[in-house]
């Protein structure tokens, strides 16, 4: 009996030696500079502590928690975004109620902002060179507790310290950008504008107009070269879905000024290639030029008139074009995309959401497909090349 105990005692250790020798194997000890091809946020099981930075090099290989390697510690729980703010990157830990500041070169945390009340970050965007703001999903729904919504103010130089402010609003915001000295954030009831010099709930106005929705609150508030503002939205008939709308807001007026509609073919009329419908928990971006928006929708299978596959469609935002990028066939649970300098389209594949490590899926513009194993539930992609740096 006690020969099977030490038996199985070292059967255990050499278990364990593996698996952390396959974990460190995954793991190059390199963190790199300027041969960087991507970062990439990985959100994390809930309750795990699974949250985790992963690094795609231009040679190929890849680190799927690199923060854990450098730091010791993990990120943290439900990473929610990742923003590059003077030249440091800002990332928002939803569970864990923090924001999680990071060198953008050696991957060190250099200041931790912890949450002192009820918050759950989820956007960060810079409002000045010292400040920033943070969106929430805290609402009054949670869990039935009588909760505000809120904004949180940040500081982004050091002492990072706890938020300087929580500003309630009525409703929660998802995504946020900053355009003509205002600050957009879109809920389910409209696009909040606030001036940045008086971000309150008495200061707010709201554009009706515009809103999300739960299949479309994933998807991102764009700014476009000349500095209007695109949200996307999805057309109901009598709650029958059909089209995709591209609204543009003019920040000055603060007013709808243009809107393209992409409308759905019924299935039983689809032809190949056809667009039949939208997926749920769309994705969005811009090409590096401003002009090219990215999303997906459901086209038309070859040869399966009432089967679809996942596409990505681009609207031309100077003449209202819109155009098939490519089918993504395979791909059914999309967390994320992300639109390269060069133009490749990047896909945050989390496969059937077991808790199991994603992948990325980079969609080049020859039409080869290169794929990464990154982290558990991955669902943004940074390109530290972008020019873009809030």
């Known amino acids: 009996m006690q020969k099977k105990r030490i038996l199985r005692l070292c059967c ?25 091809e991507a970062i990439v946020l990985n959100e994390g099981r809930i309750g795990t502590n699974m949250g985790a930075i992963s690094v795609l090099y231009r040679n190929g290989m890849v680190s799927p928690d690199v923060f854990r390697v450098v730091n010791n510690r993990p990120l943290g729980d439900v990473a929610q975004s990742i923003t590059m703010i003077n030249g440091k990157y ?3 830990l939803n569970n864990s109620k923090k924001i999680e500041i990071v060198n953008s070169k050696t991957f060190e945390s250099e200041g931790t902002i912890l949450y002192t009340q009820a ?3 989820r956007q960060i965007v810079a409002i000045s060179d010292t400040t920033a703001i943070v969106s929430d999903l805290l609402s009054n729904n949670v869990s039935g507790v009588d909760l505000p919504s809120q904004l949180v103010r940040i500081r982004t130089v050091p002492p990072y ?18 355009a003509d000295h205002k600050l957009f954030g879109i809920t ?19 554009i009706e107009e515009v809103y999300n929705e739960e299949v479309t609150k994933t998807c991102k508030l764009l700014k476009d070269k000349n500095g209007k503002i695109w949200a996307l939205m999805n057309e109901r008939d009598k709650g029958k879905l059909t089209a995709i709308l591209l609204k543009c807001i003019d920040p ?5 000024v243009t809107t393209y509609r992409l409308p759905f073919v019924s299935k039983n009329e689809a032809k190949e290639g056809d667009v039949t419908g939208t997926i749920s928990y769309n ?11 990215y999303f997906s929708v459901r086209t038309c299978k070859p040869g399966l008139p009432n089967d679809s596959q996942q596409s990505i469609y681009t609207l031309n935002t100077d003449d209202g074009t819109f155009k098939l990028h490519r089918h993504v066939p395979g791909v059914d649970m999309m967390y994320g995309c992300g639109v390269s300098p060069q133009g490749g389209v990047y896909i945050c594949d989390c496969l059937d959401y077991s808790a199991q490590r994603g992948y990325i899926r980079h969609y080049k513009e020859s039409g080869n497909v290169e794929s990464y194993r990154v982290g558990i539930y991955p669902n943004q992609v940074y390109f530290p090349e972008s020019s873009e740096v809030q």
């Open 12 to 36: 255990a250790v050499l278990m364990v030696s593996l698996s952390a020798c396959e974990y460190e194997d995954d793991f190059p000890a390199g963190v790199g500079e300027g041969n960087i």
């Open 283 to 293: 994705r969005t971006d811009m090409d590096a030029t401003k002009t090219l928006i």
């Open 119 to 121: 918050g759950l970050p």
């Open 161 to 178: 310290g706890t938020p300087l402010e929580y500003i309630v609003i009525r409703k929660w915001v998802e995504y946020m950008e900053v």
């Open 188 to 206: 389910a009831k409209g696009v909040y504008v606030f001036d940045l010099d008086n971000i309150t709930l008495e200061g707010s106005r709201m």
């Open 252 to 256: 000055q007026t603060e007013k709808v």
């Open 90 to 92: 800002f990332i928002a």
